[in-house]
């Protein structure tokens, strides 16, 4: 696939990358498979791609696509029911082949269990009656497992991620690990429908210890049941400053443009609206490069 785009978006695209794909194989119907998005990202000169499932960990399949292509290919793991919750036992093998980041729960968390049907093609993969999963105990301290995760993150200089979880779980989380002594700590698309932070709110989380907010473009699709509009999420970004934000696309849905146009097409939207291209290399290329270690 030949991708053309203006020549400051393009030169943009070289070195960029982008923290947060869904690639085949997969539970969910997926546009391209781990290679051919390796393939399609090292085509535009990008940096690296980083490959996210909610089922399963990706670190094992990152590092075959990477030998596969010679691209930087990175990978994660969530903490959903599948690999059993917050759960050390899987978080430390994962972080063995490579995983740079570990996502607090997902599908599974007890915050997107409830609220489900904000996007209706993954909430049928989520059996009635499950039970979420909370990252606390019922006195609303942090679960023990949490802070042996910290630790395992900080031993292997990966980065945590909020996940799906409430914004109060959040601003616990992210207060302990930072105590903990973790460096790189994620918020996981804020403005997203289901999670809905305001600015005030992503300030906080930010002074709590939060290195950097993921602002996605999947957000403003109609892969999600309540799209916010792409004003409400270069706004949001522009209350906080590139300083602490990151551009990625959470995408490799099938309704959706495959996931290196999906990146041009946020890059070239973020221009329009009046961002620098300093302020937007900051996004694609200088904050991702530091999450992974590139």
């Keep these: 696939m030949q991708l053309r785009f203006r ?33 399609a990202a090292q085509a535009m000169g990008m940096a690296g791609i980083l490959i996210k499932n909610h089922w399963t960990e990706t670190a094992g399949r990152a590092q075959l696509a990477s030998q596969v292509t010679g691209f930087n290919v990175f990978g994660g793991i969530a903490l ?7 759960n050390p036992m899987a978080v ?9 980041t570990v996502w607090m729960p997902t599908l599974h968390s007890m915050e997107f269990v409830a609220n489900k049907s904000h996007v209706k093609n993954l909430a049928h993969e989520i059996p009635g009656g499950l039970k979420g999963i909370s990252i606390l105990n019922d006195d609303d301290s942090l679960k023990e497992e949490c802070y042996a995760i910290f630790d395992l993150i900080k031993e292997y200089d990966s980065s945590l991620a909020t996940g799906h979880i409430s914004k109060p779980e959040a601003k616990l989380l992210v207060a302990e690990a930072a105590q903990r002594g973790v460096k790189k700590i994620i918020v996981t698309h804020p403005l997203a429908s289901f999670v809905n932070y305001s600015s005030d709110e992503m300030k906080e989380i930010l002074d709590l210890g939060a290195t950097w907010l993921e602002h996605v473009f999947n957000d403003t699709t109609r892969q999600v049941g309540h799209p916010i509009t792409r004003e409400t999420l270069f706004e949001g970004i522009k209350a906080i400053g590139a300083e602490h934000c990151i551009m990625s696309t959470d995408s490799g849905q099938w309704l959706n443009p495959v996931p290196a146009q999906q990146m041009g097409i946020y890059i070239t939207d973020a221009l329009d609206f009046g961002f620098s291209q300093n302020q937007v290399r900051k996004m694609v290329q200088d904050n991702p490069a530091a999450m992974v270690g590139l």
């Design 7 to 39: 020549p400051e978006v393009a030169e943009l695209m070289e070195g960029a990358i982008d923290i947060h794909i869904h690639s085949a194989p997969d539970v969910y119907s997926r546009i391209q498979n781990d290679v051919e998005l390796a393939l």
């Design 80 to 86: 959903n029911w599948s690999v059993g919750g917050l």
């Design 92 to 100: 430390e093998p994962a972080l063995k082949m490579g995983a740079k």
